[in-house]
């Protein structure tokens, strides 16, 4: 077994841990240096880490034995099925999720994946979607298909989910399905032909190892996935409480940008939509290309932005600061996902720091919450 197959081993084996979730999990692995130093550090020093409780030590101890055996099964699975295997420090890891607290520590894919395309627009909704929620899916994934480096993210549910992933093929988009369940299964089943199409140009990952089902506590966990993954969420049609909805609150959570399609008042499928515009958590847009114009993903937005800027001279700036103009320097219009990868600050700092630089009438953050030099 070689140094990668090990840690993979040892991913998969903290993840079956008993009281560990992703938080806990991340705070282990970057405090103790690795996955299998974890399993290897003696218990004194783990009770050390801040929110590493004695319970969740003793779990540790008394279950990493079963966890390292259902590891080892997973390995079998993994090499036999070819699944691609992505880790949160590997370059192929989704760069936007690493900056999200609860981030998953390992991925499993099937398909042609690239996890970090130049954008990406997650597209949610109901399951029991009307013929408007189908069209309106349809005739704005065509508008975003004009600008081809989008890739397209849903949970390859049944209703609007299935919608957005087969005009994504159809127009020839990359389109990835986050799973809430292991790669053994696919649910809905009728989906599965979808699924396979989609391997071409994408495929679908998940965070659970193969043998677990779809059980409904999984899909709020999948959903972070869909919600960090993404630079902007489209919700299509959403009742007043539903999978869409959280995926919207957990995306403006981790402050991405929201949108959704209006519907009528009392319609019962376009009531979440309507709330989420009420409360000023979405966007309110009728085409794919005012997606493209508030994200300044077009043409003439970034022309118009970009025109007459010339590079300044700036003088008494902190070393953070200094990273952050020299990073949009060499490319204005970065979003905090992208300057956390180019600058390496912690996401903390770079939010004071980029904070600071707006006070200081050095930086703007504009539609699309893109950071640009003045």
Not at 15 to 39: H, M, W, Y
Not at 329 to 348: C, M, R
Request: aromatic residues 6%; positive net charge; contains cysteine.
């Amino acid at each position: 077994m070689n140094d990668r197959q090990t840690e993979i081993l040892y991913t998969i084996a903290l993840t079956q841990i008993p009281l560990i979730g992703s938080v806990i999990a991340n705070k282990l692995i970057d405090r103790c240096g690795s996955a299998e130093q974890v399993f290897k550090e003696p218990s004194n020093h783990l009770s050390r880490i801040d929110h590493v409780s004695t319970a969740i030590v003793d779990s540790i101890v008394s279950t990493k034995s079963i966890a390292l055996n259902i590891a080892r099964q997973e390995l079998e699975y993994i090499d036999k099925k070819k699944v691609t295997v992505f880790l949160k420090k590997d370059k192929t890891f989704p760069a936007r999720l690493t900056s999200c607290i609860d981030a998953p520590v390992i991925l499993f894919g099937e398909g042609n994946l690239d996890l970090n395309p130049k954008h990406s627009v997650a597209i949610v909704g109901t399951r029991r979607l009307t013929e408007y929620g189908s069209q309106i899916t349809k005739k704005i994934v065509k508008e975003l298909s004009s600008y081809k480096e989008i890739q397209i993210i849903s949970g390859l549910a049944t209703g609007i989910d299935t919608v957005a992933h087969q005009a994504s093929i159809q127009n020839s988009l990359s389109t990835v399905g986050i799973l809430g369940h292991g790669l053994q299964t696919l649910y809905p089943a009728g989906n599965r032909k979808l699924a396979l199409k989609m391997r071409e140009n994408g495929g679908i990952i998940t965070e659970f190892t193969s043998n677990i089902i779809g059980d409904a506590y999984n899909f709020p966990k999948r959903n972070r996935i869909i919600a960090g993954m993404a630079d902007a969420i489209l919700v299509v049609e959403a009742y007043e409480r539903g999978g869409a909805l959280i995926t919207a609150n957990i995306g403006f959570s981790y402050n991405r940008d929201i949108f959704t399609i209006p519907g009528r008042i009392g319609d019962k499928a376009s009531e979440g939509c309507n709330n989420l515009i009420k409360y000023n958590k979405a966007a309110l847009i009728t085409s794919g290309e005012d997606i493209l114009k508030s994200m300044m993903w077009d043409d003439n937005s970034r022309k118009n932005t970009e025109k007459g800027k010339q590079k300044k001279l700036l003088f008494d700036l902190s070393q953070e600061e200094q990273l952050i103009v020299d990073a949009l320097q060499t490319k204005n219009g970065l979003n905090i996902d992208e300057l956390t990868t180019v600058t390496n600050l912690n996401i903390s700092t770079l939010t004071m720091t980029l904070l600071t630089l707006e006070f200081k009438n050095i930086i703007n953050c504009l539609p699309g919450k893109r950071y640009f030099l003045i």
